[in-house]
């Protein structure tokens, strides 16, 4: 079982209580910024009137916890994708790599780390509900189990189809996340990525680096083997040059070395004129 | 008189170069300072929606696929057994380290907490591309400058260590190849992971493929610049007689190359965008112009490719293409999907030029006080094998400078 939240945009009301709850949960400095930042890990935004969440999706195969490099993002078995601040080396490239925009950088610090919503996790580990979704007013942030979450939206979707979009957002998204979101207006509009991949996008570079320790072996083999039979050619040819020379005298012998040039290069060069 | 004594001469000549370098160099200390002072928000022009820029655009991006000569001709000499490009091997094992030490000064700037580095050691992710590029980086580092130590050894005349050393040069030849091919591909294989960020016209899931190829023409490019930059400084002669059939393996590579990215554009449709050119296209057209057309055009010719000037321009064109390549990966490629228009600071500016500067004056000094040139240096013993294989060489092209 993993934990996840449910954001239902129509019963959003804007009052940035979520905001604030977090701020004060993670130790941020204020003010609540105009959008999210190291230092501000959740806002509400408004788009066309419409309110909706910022906020980490949690994926289920996360692309930042495959890409760092000393594994200073990590996935947790509760569910909340997490960051120790402690391993990071700064290369940003969850930044570059999250297809939800999510992780941001102190850029304004000489020693910088990563910032990014963790769920909560150390309420989350004492059986505690997120901070945002315990302090929303109107339930439209809800805590809990994803799959049960999944059902609840897939409910309020059948039962009242002309309030929601036929869509829960996260169900799929990069290979799934941990936060699901549903809404009354379409997901662009709402400025949210809707030319994302549905399977997990790790995969992508998992499939080319797990092939690594084959390609090593083989390809070590191979070199070392072409070596060897350069070599051996070489050697080979240099006998036969010496054995030419014992029997008929050297100045033959640099005769072929000469032929032997001239077919190479006539291999090469004049072939093809 | 020796070249060696001819450098000499010129080392008190404080010329227009030498104040260029004093320049950049005391430009670049400055921007060091408020790098580690102020961050990277007060250096750069990076932001959130645009987290990787220049420095990792050019200075990682470029520094290691340029340096790519390295294992290229190391592979020529020890793998293939074609010792006559041996004159060539330490110059070009020397722009490989110099590349890849500036590369991890380059990381020193770009990396939020640089003195971090060392973490990757000890905090593994297999699953992360950045991690095995980490690794093969240092790795290969240590393996150039395990291949370039003989040339120190020689110059102090430690003639134990310098046997010792050429003893394992073969397994030292093949791990570098092994960690080369993987990490230049690996650094196309970083951009695997962004397939609705990067432009169709530069993503591809052969980006891996893609890089290796492009890295190996390029380093065959940096290689004849290179000599030509030390034929200008330390009055050498060109080594046609070997740059020429390496320019031969610069055209293969360059049109395997060509064809292969227009048959993936065909294919993912980014093609049919040409017709109707944008920012992307535009970009697109010059890099490939630049890149492949013009330098596969040049060299394809007998006359331009055999003669100095021509052979120049084309690996110019060849190095320039490249890195367009590369900063329109990281950069132009990744604008569109970012909301963002990145152009660096020129704080950012500043660091890449300083590098750039450093590598030269780091290659001058080498070359200056270091046996990397056959004329320059002590002549070792000839190998057994080398000569008639030299022999060979001399005679393979007798018959092309007749023609």
């Known amino acids: 079982m993993s934990v996840g939240l449910l954001f239902d945009q129509t019963r959003c009301i804007g009052c940035g209580a979520c905001s604030a709850a977090c701020k004060e949960q993670n130790d941020l400095p204020l003010p609540i910024e105009e959008r999210t930042t190291a230092y501000t890990w959740t806002i509400v935004a408004k788009e066309d009137g419409a309110n909706i969440r910022r906020l980490c999706f949690h994926c289920l195969e996360p692309t930042c916890v495959s890409v760092c490099p000393v594994a200073a993002l990590t996935r947790t078995p509760e569910g909340p994708v997490v960051y120790d601040s402690k391993k990071c080396i700064g290369c940003r490239y969850c930044i570059m790599a999250c297809p939800f925009g999510v992780p941001k950088y102190q850029w304004d610090q000489a020693v910088p780390v990563v910032g990014k919503c963790v769920m909560c996790i150390d309420r989350v580990r004492e059986g505690k509900a997120a901070a945002c979704a315990t302090v929303c007013p109107t339930g439209a942030t809800m805590f809990g189990d994803r799959d049960a979450l999944a059902r609840e939206a897939r409910a309020r979707i059948v039962k009242e189809p002309d309030r929601y979009v036929d869509h829960i957002y996260g169900l799929t998204e990069a290979g799934g996340t941990g936060v699901l979101v549903i809404a009354g207006v379409p997901f662009a509009s709402l400025g949210m990525k809707t030319d994302l991949p549905q399977q997990p996008l790790p995969m992508l570079t998992w499939q080319v680096l797990s092939k690594i320790p084959s390609f090593v072996l083989v390809w070590g083999v191979f070199l070392l083997g072409l070596h060897w039979i350069t070599g051996r050619r070489d050697e080979v040819r240099e006998a036969e040059i010496a054995g030419d020379e014992g029997r008929e005298g050297g100045g033959d012998g640099m005769i072929r070395v000469v032929d032997e040039g001239a077919r190479r290069s006539g291999g090469r060069g004049e072939d093809g004129r | 008189m020796s070249v060696r004594a001819a450098a000499r001469r010129a080392e008190f000549r404080f010329g227009f170069y030498e104040s260029l370098f004093g320049i950049v160099v005391a430009l670049f200390a400055l921007v060091s300072f408020v790098r580690y002072t102020r961050g990277l928000g007060a250096t750069t022009n990076l932001s959130d929606e645009f987290p990787w820029g220049l420095w990792v655009g050019f200075d990682v991006l470029c520094g290691v696929g340029l340096a790519a000569g390295a294992f290229t001709l190391t592979a020529i000499v020890n793998i293939f057994n074609l010792r006559r490009f041996e004159p060539i091997v330490r110059p070009t094992v020397l722009t490989g380290f110099l590349g890849y030490v500036l590369v991890s000064v380059g990381l020193m700037f770009d990396l939020g907490q640089p003195w971090r580095i060392w973490h990757a050691l000890i905090y593994w992710n297999p699953h992360s591309v950045m991690f095995e590029v980490a690794w093969c980086v240092m790795l290969y580092t240590a393996v150039l400058a395990l291949e370039f130590v003989p040339v120190v050894f020689e110059r102090l005349r430690l003639e134990r260590p310098r046997r010792i050393f050429k003893m394992v040069s073969t397994p030292l030849v093949v791990a570098g190849v092994i960690l080369s091919t993987l990490h230049q591909s690996s650094l196309g294989s970083l951009y695997l992971i962004v397939p609705s960020k990067l432009h169709p016209l530069w993503y591809t899931p052969m980006l891996p493929y893609l890089f290796l190829i492009s890295a190996i023409a390029g380093g065959i490019a940096m290689t004849v610049l290179e000599s030509y930059l030390s034929k200008r400084a330390f009055g050498r002669h060109l080594e046609m007689d070997l740059l020429e059939p390496l320019a031969r393996g610069m055209v293969v590579a360059l049109g395997v190359y060509g064809l292969l990215r227009i048959v993936i554009l065909s294919r993912n449709g980014a093609l049919a965008g040409l017709a109707h050119p944008g920012y992307e296209e535009g970009m697109f057209m010059i890099e490939f112009a630049i890149g492949v057309l013009v330098p596969v055009g040049l060299l394809i010719i007998d006359r331009v490719r055999t003669s100095p000037s021509g ?93």
């Open chain 2, 311 to 403: 052979l120049i321009a084309a690996s110019l064109c060849a190095v320039m293409g490249f890195v367009m390549n590369r900063l329109n990966i990281s950069v132009t490629g990744m604008e569109r999907a970012s909301g963002v228009r990145y152009l660096p600071s020129w704080m950012e500016i500043t660091v890449s030029l300083g590098l750039v500067a450093l590598g030269f004056a780091a290659f001058a000094l080498a070359v200056r006080y270091l046996p990397i040139f056959p004329e320059a240096a002590v002549r070792p013993v000839t190998q057994p094998g080398a000569l008639p294989d030299r022999a060979r060489a001399r005679a393979a092209l007798s018959p092309e400078s007749e023609t």
